[in-house]
C-alpha cells in the first residue's frame, strides 16, 4: 500500500517561508516523478511543481517561479517543497504526488497516487 504524508503546513506571515516534506512509504521513489499541487477554496487543484526521478529536472507554475523549489531526497523517499516570498494568494491545501513516470508533468492525471494535503495559510 503506498501511502503518501504530507507534513510542514502552517500558518505564515506574507513574505515568510515555509518547507513542506512529503514522505513516501510503499513505493521507492526513486525511479518516479514527484509533484505539487495545491487548492484554495472554491477551486480547482492547480499545479505548483514537479521534479523528475533523479532531481535533475523540475518545472514549475508561473505563479510561484522563482520563490518555490522543489527537491528529493531518494535514499529517504521525502520529496520536499521550499516555499519563499510567500503570498496571500498562496493559501491552500498542499498536495504532494507520485507519477507513475520517470520525466516531469504538470498534469494530475500522471500522478498515480495522491497524499491527504497540509494546509498553508499566509495572512497579510
Known amino acids: 500500500q503506498v501511502q503518501l504524508v504530507e507534513s510542514g503546513g502552517g500558518l505564515v506571515q506574507a513574505g515568510g517561508s515555509l518547507r513542506l516534506s512529503c514522505a513516501v512509504s510503499?513505493?521507492?521513489?526513486?525511479?518516479?516523478?514527484m509533484g505539487w499541487f495545491r487548492q484554495a477554496p472554491g477551486r480547482e487543484r492547480e499545479f505548483v511543481g514537479t521534479i523528475n526521478w533523479s532531481g535533475g529536472s523540475t518545472i514549475y507554475a508561473d505563479s510561484v517561479k522563482g520563490r518555490f523549489t522543489i527537491s528529493r531526497d531518494n535514499a529517504k523517499n521525502t520529496v520536499f517543497l521550499q516555499m519563499n516570498s510567500l503570498k496571500p494568494e498562496d493559501t491552500a491545501v498542499y498536495y504532494c504526488?507520485?507519477?507513475?513516470?520517470?520525466?516531469?508533468?504538470?498534469?494530475?492525471?500522471?500522478?498515480?497516487?495522491w497524499g491527504q494535503g497540509t494546509q498553508v495559510t499566509v495572512s497579510s
Open positions: 504526488a507520485n507519477s507513475y513516470l520517470r520525466d516531469v508533468n504538470p498534469a494530475p492525471s500522471k500522478y498515480d497516487y
Open positions: 510503499g513505493r521507492t521513489i526513486s525511479d518516479y516523478a
